[in-house]
Every structure is written in structure tokens, then in C-alpha cells.
T-cell receptor, first 113, second 112 residues
Framework: GAGVSQTPSNKVTEKGKYVELRCDPI?????LYWYRQSLGQGPEFLIY????????DSGLPNDRFFAVRPEGSVSTLKIQRTERGDSAVYLC???????????FGPGTRLTVT | QKEVEQDPGPLSVPEGAIVSLNCTYS??????FMWYRQYSRKGPELLMY????GNKEDGRFTAQVDKSSKYISLFIRDSQPSDSATYLC????????????FGDGTTLTVKP
């Protein structure tokens, strides 16, 4: 079946702009996760959803970052007033529920100029 | 100090060799342990998923967890050039299984 998909695959934006990153999880997966990966580092947890609600958002770095999952399927990660330090690959994953294996998408490479 | 430490390598081995990859961790609450493989410019791919201590084998891959030493390992037998990738360990606590903490990865090259 189809895996986790993320759009866009690449996003270049100017400092100060607003961006939205989209994640389509595997059908039937109730848990959805966002991570951020900088060059040479492992993925860094941002937030995860169980259904429509954020079960843990402790990894969001500041209030410029926000994520939603209004219908319990597709999720959008929103970043306001982007900074150059936000440049990274943003990874999305999904799982049957939070105690099951996470399956990752290919990521969105965000570059803030 | 990071909660999960992983030797970044790089590690280079000849084809057919046995590869040993390791992680140490400091949080005794971690109960779920995962190994991922990540090719360049791709998302991580789950290889092994284990709960608590012990060994788990899947084909050429064996995962070991030693909770008393806070040490986990991944062994790859009969390594192939296609195994060349970055290997990431990850772990989570039973009380918050959705929040995985990753190591920074070990880069492996298997030479034909």
C-alpha cells in the first residue's frame, strides 16, 4: 500500500515568511509524528498526534511552530516568521497507534534564505 | 550530554563482513528500542523494533538490548554494498511511547 507522503519535497523561502508543510499518513494509522533533522544529526522530535489531538508537543521549539490534524488524517506543520535556523529536513511518520512502529515519509527539505 | 549517544563513524567494511553498531543511553525509562536505516536524502526506514531486554533476529539483522548496561546493538551478518547507509538507533519510554529519541547515526560503507 501507499506509504507516508509529504509535500512539498523541497521548499525555499525567505527569512520572515510563513510556510506550511503537509503530511499524508498511511491509511488507518491513528498516530502521526513530526520530526526535524539537521545535517549530520538524528531526527529531533517535535510533536505527535493521537487522532486529532496533540498528545505531546514538547518538542516544538517555540511559538512560531504549530501543527494541526483536524480530521485525524492529514497533518500540516506551520512555521511563522521563518528564520535561517529553521532550515532542515522536516520528517513525518505515522503508526497504527503510539505503541507501534513508526513509518517515515521522505521528508520536506526547508531552506530559509 | 545527549540522552542517546551513537558513534558517528564512519565505518567501512569489506563485503561479507559482520558489522556491529551500538548506542548507549542514559534514560532508564526507555523500554522500546528501534533501529532505522537511512539512505541519503531519504526518510528513515525501520529495521528492527524491540521491547525491553533481549535479542531479536530478522534475516541478516540481530538486535540486542542490555538494559542493565543501557546499551543496545545491531549486528549485520554477510554485509552487502546495499547496506551502505546511515544507521540510527531510537528509543522511547513506555509512558510516552510516541516520543522517540534518536541517536545521531553511524555512517556505514560496505565495499565490494
Amino acid at each position: 500500500g501507499a506509504g507516508v507522503s509529504q509535500t512539498p519535497s523541497n521548499k525555499v523561502t525567505e527569512k520572515g515568511k510563513y510556510v506550511e508543510l503537509r503530511c499524508d499518513p498511511i491509511s488507518g494509522h491513528t498516530a502521526l509524528y513530526w520530526y526535524r533533522q539537521s545535517l549530520g544529526q538524528g531526527p529531533e522530535f517535535l510533536i505527535y498526534f493521537q487522532g486529532t489531538g496533540a498528545a505531546d508537543d514538547s518538542g516544538l521549539p517555540n511559538d512560531r511552530f504549530f501543527a494541526v490534524r483536524p480530521e485525524g488524517s492529514v497533518s500540516t506543520l506551520k512555521i511563522q516568521r521563518t528564520e535561517r535556523g529553521d532550515s532542515a529536513v522536516y520528517l513525518c511518520a505515522s503508526s497504527l497507534n503510539s505503541r507501534y512502529e513508526q513509518y517515515f515519509g521522505p521528508g520536506t527539505r526547508l531552506t530559509v534564505t | 550530554q545527549k540522552e542517546v549517544e551513537q558513534d558517528p563513524g564512519p565505518l567501512s567494511v569489506p563485503e561479507g563482513a559482520i558489522v556491529s553498531l551500538n548506542c548507549t543511553y542514559s534514560n532508564s525509562a526507555f523500554q522500546y528500542f528501534m533501529w532505522y536505516r537511512q539512505y541519503s536524502r531519504k526518510g528513515p526506514e525501520l529495521l528492527m523494533y524491540t521491547y525491553s531486554s533481549g535479542n531479536k533476529e530478522d534475516g541478516r539483522f540481530t538486535a540486542q538490548v542490555d538494559k542493565s548496561s543501557k546499551y543496545i546493538s545491531l549486528f549485520i551478518r554477510d554485509s552487502q554494498p546495499s547496506d551502505s547507509a546511515t544507521y540510527l538507533c531510537a528509543m522511547s519510554a513506555i509512558t510516552n511511547a510516541g516520543k522517540s529519541t534518536f541517536g545521531d547515526g553511524t555512517t556505514l560503507t560496505v565495499k565490494p
